[in-house]
């Protein structure tokens, strides 16, 4: 069973930074590529980066913070991160760790990221 747990969140002052992990389990982790989206309030879930698995390379961002997130992997603990600094109180919402499997779409339980101006 695929299960994604998500760590990290919280709340921070605008221009600080904050480190999401997402933790994988019943699934091959290095061959999925994994995503990371996010919700605000009212609004719809959105794409925010992505990082591929070992047979490919790429790690697509959001224009909305290209420059200021960083998305990684670390294989051996079957971990994605997602590095986010210069927050701004736009960036506030629930955070979701994703990975698609075949046709399924798996997501972790969320996790809130506030910033406040």
């Known amino acids: 069973q695929v299960q994604l747990v998500e760590s990290g969140g919280g709340l921070v002052q605008a221009g600080g930074s904050l480190t999401l992990s997402c933790v994988a389990s019943?699934?091959?982790?290095?061959?999925?590529?994994m995503g990371w989206f996010r919700q605000a309030p009212g609004k719809e879930r959105a794409f925010v980066a992505a990082i591929t698995g070992i047979f490919t390379s790429g790690t697509p961002v959001a224009n909305s913070v290209r420059g200021r997130f960083t998305i990684s992997r670390d294989n051996a603990k079957n971990t994605v991160y997602l590095q986010m600094d210069k927050l701004t109180p736009e960036d506030s919402g629930v955070y979701y760790c994703?990975?698609?499997?075949?046709?399924?779409?798996?997501w972790g339980q969320g996790i809130q990221v506030t910033v406040s101006s």
């Open positions: 019943g699934m091959a982790f290095n061959r999925a590529a």
């Open positions: 994703s990975v698609r499997l075949g046709t399924s779409d798996y």
